[in-house]
């Protein structure tokens, strides 16, 4: 049987309902429990794939090729299931399934409304594509009293009735703010919170507070008595020292107590020795290196969150802390790369869409081949690594991308065809742009004997992908003969995946994303591997 705990949010947003949803989902899976986590999504949007990153974070990408939340993110790296094309759903995407129901008569000549229409289509959702497991998490997005998210809301509390106080259960994630001047700790914010929620139907089972200071214990009764929960269903969610430690806090605080009892469970309490040694590992590390992130959104950490969590991932492989110094590409056009870049230990350029900031990528690039310093380059950042290449090394002037316009020698072109699943695909230059790229889970081969083949410590590999244009396979030789080659490829050879220069210390350029699958107990081994070379830079410095 089962049951399902819907996670929302109150007060203000950003309080971290989808780590909450994680930490939990890994709670509940650590006492032997199977679980699913799903995100409801309150914008228009059909899928985040065509949002600046500025807008909302990146965008995490499914091995079956969903362009989904960030907080999807969040779930596979704390419960290691892999997420789906099912497990994230928006407005957007429920109206527009719903219309074209309507138009092609499936309504069968009814008004479609809010309710029931919308609703049910959000319940099937909810509902879809389960495998027997014992818990779905269903986090929505948003906060409390946001209109677009009342339909949402109206289908949780559905859903909450249909199924039965023994299959559902509803967790708010609220705020208790400290105000200096009174030097206290304010419930009032999440009783209105409750209150806004108790108006469209539904009472709150549980409250996760969370606040930046130990909740004094008749600030908690007094929670209780307000929100109409017992005092052992209010739970404080305190800041942590670092986010791996929040599922260890919020057992010790007795959330995954207070879910099975609430649905009857008996339960043997959770191992959280894996959680300890990650969290000690971050914690206390025996050094630490720095790492340049040389990006285009650079002024948002969320744009990069998978990023910088894998980097994270490879500390702890390491036993190192991972400092980042953030740099936007742009200043790379105007002042010299080396004033920013010759105290660090590595230098990453990540995936972008986009010509601003190239050229700086670029002048980074050069840096860290021409200073031997670790360079890993994702997607942008490999195709920029190949220009640069091309350009310095083997005497291609008008090396360029055409993804930023007509140039002499596109090194970096549009793909316009490719084949998944044994299926041809194709896309227009003038076609739409919300989900036609290259996404999710591609094989490739790696070439024996290259870094890539000894990182990896096999031949074939799975990857996940997110881009429209790809390094021009017709300049390998010409590459090859300047000392860059490609050390991976599509199964037919075709696509280029992997390249490197063989002469640098590590110098490695991927057109996937392999931080979309990289965790902390189970770092990607390019990150481990990374931050290995960076630590040996460390010591050569």
């Known amino acids: 049987m089962t049951r399902?705990?819907?996670?929302?949010?109150?007060?203000?947003?950003?309080?971290?309902?989808?780590?909450?949803?994680?930490?939990?989902?890994?709670?509940?899976q650590a006492r032997g429990f199977k679980v699913r986590l799903r995100k409801l999504d309150p914008y228009i949007n059909v899928d985040p794939g065509t949002m600046s990153p500025y807008q909302h974070g990146e965008v995490y990408?499914?091995?079956?090729?969903?362009?989904?939340?960030?907080?999807?993110?969040?779930?596979?790296?704390?419960?290691?299931?892999?997420?789906r094309q099912s497990d994230n759903v928006t407005t957007g995407r429920i109206y527009s399934d719903v219309i074209a129901k309507e138009r092609r008569g499936d309504y069968l000549g009814a008004t479609i409304q809010v309710i029931p229409h919308i609703t049910n289509a959000i319940k099937e959702f909810v509902l879809a594509d389960l495998d027997d497991e014992d818990f779905v998490l269903c986090e929505i997005g948003g906060t409390v009293g946001d209109i677009e998210g009342l339909p949402f809301l109206e289908a949780i509390r559905q859903l909450g009735n249909e199924l039965g106080h023994?299959?559902?259960?509803y967790l708010h994630l609220t705020l208790l703010p400290y105000i200096p001047t009174a030097g206290e700790v304010k419930t009032k914010p999440t009783q209105h919170s409750v209150k806004e929620l108790l108006a469209v139907g539904i009472q709150a089972d549980a409250l996760l507070c969370r606040a930046d200071r130990k909740i004094p214990e008749p600030e908690l009764a007094k929670i209780a008595l307000f929100c109409n929960v017992g005092e052992e269903d209010v739970i404080p969610a305190l800041d942590a020292k670092t986010i791996y430690e929040v599922p260890i806090?919020?057992?010790?605080?007795?959330?995954?107590?207070?879910?099975c009892r609430h649905f009857g469970l008996e339960a043997p309490p959770p191992d959280l020795s894996r959680w300890r040694e990650v969290v000690a590992r971050v914690t206390e590390p025996e050094g630490e290196v720095t790492i340049a992130i040389v990006g285009k959104y650079t002024g948002l950490k969320d744009a990069y969150k998978s990023l910088s969590e894998a980097l994270d991932h490879g500390g702890i492989a390491n036993n190192v802390r991972v400092n980042l110094k953030?740099?936007?590409?742009e200043i790379f056009e105007s002042e010299d790369a080396v004033q920013h870049l010759e105290n660090v230990n590595g230098i990453l350029v990540p995936g972008?869409?986009?010509e601003r900031g190239a050229e700086g990528k670029i002048a980074a690039v050069r840096f860290a081949r021409e200073r031997k310093a670790p360079y890993f380059g994702i997607c942008l950042g490999m195709q920029m690594a190949v220009v640069e290449g091309a350009r310095s090394l083997a005497g291609i002037k008008g090396a360029g991308s055409s993804e930023f316009g007509p140039c002499e020698d596109p090194i970096v072109g549009l793909m316009t065809e490719w084949t998944k699943d044994g299926n041809l695909e194709r896309r227009r230059a003038d076609g739409g742009m919300g989900g036609t790229m290259r996404l999710g889970a591609y094989d490739a081969k790696l070439i024996e004997g290259t870094r890539a083949h000894e990182i990896y410590g096999t031949e074939d590999i799975s990857e996940r992908h997110r881009h429209r244009y790809e390094v021009n396979m017709a300049y390998e030789q010409?590459?090859?003969?300047?000392?860059?080659?490609?050390?991976?490829?599509?199964?037919?050879g075709v696509l280029p995946e992997i390249v490197e220069i063989p002469s640098h210390p590590w110098f490695i350029g991927v057109q996937f994303h392999p931080e979309l699958k990289s965790r902390p107990f189970m770092p990607h081994p390019l990150f481990a591997s990374f931050i290995a070379a960076a630590i040996h830079q460390a010591r050569l410095v």
């Open 249 to 259: 806090n919020y057992h010790e605080q007795g959330l995954d107590r207070q879910v």
């Open 166 to 169: 023994e299959r559902a259960m």
């Open 4 to 28: 399902f705990i819907f996670i929302t949010g109150g007060v203000v947003s950003s309080l971290g309902k989808g780590l909450a949803s994680a930490a939990l989902g890994s709670l509940l």
């Open 352 to 354: 972008g869409f986009g």
């Open 61 to 83: 990408v499914t091995d079956d090729g969903a362009e989904t939340d960030l907080d999807l993110g969040h779930y596979e790296r704390f419960t290691c299931v892999d997420a």
């Open 478 to 492: 010409a590459l090859a003969a300047a000392g860059i080659i490609f050390s991976g490829k599509s199964p037919d």
């Open 326 to 329: 953030w740099l936007d590409s």
